[in-house]
């Protein structure tokens, strides 16, 4: 499938597709289709790779904003920029129709969200996908405590609503934390004596890749606003999926549950964070680290 590009979105791109001497409608959506660029936001990262990689395997042209400087390769194209200034978000943005918007932090996807949406706007996009997080609207970021340790979600939250309310068609999906996030914090702890984990907390991790391959497929259709949930074939409490870790690692540490105070902790541990209707995922936790870890 070919992503459905019109003429606000493709300015500037030459046409020279004709068929029995006329060119008509048809014909220039059609060269559209084969030349015009799918811009990825965030493109070198674990998830924005990924879907770079699934763009070029459909045959789409891609444009990456990145804050590094890349030479173009692979039919990819890069531009050098920086969402949370706005540098380079207008050149990004130009001739492009559909913007999977990948890009992310702990803090300051909204001031992103922002940057995006107002180069995207007069530039004519008619398609903007985001990816957001099980939970953005479900785990309250109210007290310094609650954005101390789960500000993301509100932070992805703000990023929504400015999606929404930009007047840009758009498709948001929201998932559960990759398989990589909780591998890397488990790396992390495990430099420590004893591996500190969250008192009654539980995670549903998902294969990046298998998210990558449905936001291809979003892009290539019709906005359609917020999307059902995506999430993780199963669900593990936090310490369990340590222990896992700890297994395919070939390493051995106590587990200490520690006590989060605040309402998002509240609520993350009456699981928030997890979509157990939606537990569409085929990857687990334990394919993953018999891949990432155990060879």
Known sequence: MRPRLTASGAAGWPLKYETGGEQHAKDEAAVRVMTAPILVTGGTGTLGRLVVRRLRAA?????????????????????AGDLATGDGAAAAVAGVDTIIHCAGSAKGDEDKARNLVRAATPAGTNHLVYISVVGAD???????????????????????????????PYTTLRATQFHDLILTVAQQLVKLPVMLSFAGARVQPIDADEVAARLVELALGKPAGLVPDMGGPRIYPMADAFRGYLRAAHKRRPIMPVWQPGQAARAFRNGGNLTPDHAVGRRTWEDFLAERVGS
């Open 59 to 79: 045959g789409c042209a891609v444009r990456v904003l990145s804050r590094h400087a890349h030479t173009a390769a692979d039919g990819v194209e890069y531009v």
């Open 138 to 168: 479900r785990i309250p970021v109210v007290s310094a405590v609650d954005r101390a340790m789960f500000g993301y979600y509100g932070s992805k939250l703000a990023a929504e609503r400015i999606v929404a309310d930009s007047g840009l």
